[in-house]
T-cell receptor
Framework: EDQVTQSPEALRLQEGESSSLNCSYT??????LFWYRQDPGKGPEFLFT???AGEEKEKERLKATLTKKESFLHITAPKPEDSATYLC????????????FGQGTELSVKP | DVKVTQSSRYLVKRTGEKVFLECVQD?????MFWYRQDPGLGLRLIYF???????EKGDIPEGYSVSREKKERFSLILESASTNQTSMYLC?????????????FGPGTRLTVL
């Protein structure tokens, strides 16, 4: 069964304290792994797509990496404005354009 | 930039009312999706559409229907609203190309059914 699990559910950091969010998955055929950021009361905002193991992408203080079993979202020297819920999602072959979403990690960065 | 708009940010309806949620995208995307998002349950797919006048059920279609008369517009209909349909509703669209399944989301509609 295709599934995705994110950990931890919640993460509290001090400003400048680097850390990583995890997205573990089991899938029949991975078409792509997606990371989104969601602020309270708003729709998810697209961050990255990763297609194959070993791939990495960066945007400001965020870097996403992918292996055959999991993806990490590394946050370097976070700022309070990085506080949000981060969602990962799987695109799967033979599922058309549908995505399977994880439950998300709620990140809080304190000044 | 991709833009997905939803007709209302907040909506309050009464039990039994017929409710229409509208979604419009301006990027000529083939695919459109409706989700609901509830605490502890994450994002759940209600319906999706790969083309005009075409629709497919997602994971939780009961109590909902959809309409896609034009490529840019995808409507979610609650035929007879119930309190358990109080939720955040999110619309998304994607290009539909072979490798690019990136879904772009609208701002959401917070629906309360009293």
């Amino acid at each position: 069964e295709d599934q995705v699990t994110q950990s931890p559910e919640a993460l509290r950091l001090q400003e400048g304290e680097s850390s990583s969010l995890n997205c573990s998955y089991t899938v029949s055929g991975l078409r792509g792994l997606f990371w989104y950021r969601q602020d309270p009361g708003k729709g998810p905002e697209f961050l990255f797509t990763l297609y194959s193991a070993g791939e990495e992408k960066e945007k400001e203080r965020l870097k996403a990496t992918l292996t055959k079993k999991e993806s990490f979202l590394h946050i370097t020297a976070p700022k309070p404005e990085d506080s949000a819920t981060y969602l990962c999602a799987l695109g799967i072959y033979n599922q058309g354009g549908k995505l399977i979403f994880g439950q998300g990690t709620e990140l809080s960065v304190k000044p | 930039d991709v833009k997905v708009t939803q007709s209302s940010r907040y909506l309050v309806k009464r039990t039994g009312e017929k409710v229409f949620l509208e979604c419009v995208q301006d990027m000529d995307h083939e695919n459109m999706f409706w989700y609901r998002q509830d605490p502890g349950l994450g994002l759940r797919l209600i319906y999706f559409s790969y083309d005009v006048k075409m629709k497919e059920k997602g994971d939780i279609p009961e109590g909902y229907s959809v309409s896609r008369e034009k490529k840019e517009r995808f409507s979610l209909i609650l035929e007879s609203a119930s309190t358990n349909q109080t939720s955040m509703y999110l619309c998304a669209s994607s290009a539909g190309a072979t490798l690019t399944d990136t879904q772009y989301f609208g701002p959401g509609t917070r629906l309360t059914v009293l």
